[in-house]
């Protein structure tokens, strides 16, 4: 689908990729875009509409997409990351909180929003997915698990809404220099970058996007002997 007068709903649109959606959004001719966020008064880019929004509360889900039957492009952008391998102190805690807001509320967005993108056309999604969807390491280990999990929930929503003509987009990166990679050590896109790719890949039709290089390098070695997904941090 193509940009120029699109009305764009974003989640997770007060800062980091989020924001870089917006403003690109924009700057591709969007007609409209709601930026959402918990906090609403956190969104300050000009030109977009601001909306209160917890992708963890059903009913402000619901009341979201009721106010904005206008929507043709829905980006699930927001997530959380938290630190820690699975036999970590705290880690069912973490897995619950990841888990509920990186694959959960996408999958409320989505149920919410389809009949919406259908009544205007079909329109499109677009999911922010993450390298780790592939790969898994100590560091961010339940992380990956809840990126693995929206994976599949993408792949699946492509062949449902396929049907209403709904063009779903998964995102595949590797770490991006905003606040959620804050103090990783790692080589970082910028959120810019990312965004462009992502949003090249739409207007192109694509249903997948690797929008880096160690990005693609994973993806081609899930079919390697072993796996990349088989290999551990120190190349053993």
Do not use: C
């Amino acid at each position: 689908m193509k940009l120029a007068n699109a009305t764009v709903f974003i989640t997770g649109a007060n800062r980091g990729i989020g924001l870089a959606f917006a403003r690109a959004a924009l700057a591709r001719g969007a007609r409209k875009v709601y930026a959402a966020a918990r906090h609403p008064d956190s969104i300050t880019l000009a030109g977009v509409t601001p909306v209160r929004l917890d992708v963890n509360n059903p009913e402000a889900v619901a009341a979201a997409a009721r106010a904005s039957g206008d929507v043709t492009l829905l980006i699930n952008n927001a997530g959380i990351a938290q630190f820690g391998g699975f036999l970590a102190p705290g880690a069912l805690e973490s897995a619950r909180a990841q888990i509920e807001t990186n694959f959960f509320g996408p999958l409320r967005m989505a149920q919410a929003f389809a009949p919406v993108l259908a009544a205007n056309g079909g329109g499109a999604m677009l999911n922010v997915l993450s390298v780790a969807s592939w790969i898994s390491r100590p560091q961010l280990a339940v992380y990956a698990a809840s990126k693995t999990a929206v994976w599949g929930l993408t792949n699946a929503l492509r062949n449902e809404l396929r049907p209403q003509g709904t063009q779903v987009l998964g995102l595949h990166m590797g770490f991006v220099d905003t606040d959620l990679t804050h103090g990783i050590d790692a080589p970082k896109s910028s959120a810019d970058d990312i965004v462009r790719a992502a949003f090249d890949a739409l207007e192109a039709g694509a249903e997948e996007v690797l929008a880096d290089e160690i990005t693609r390098q994973v993806k081609r070695g899930l079919s390697a002997e072993p796996g990349v997904y088989l290999v551990t941090p120190n190349g053993d």
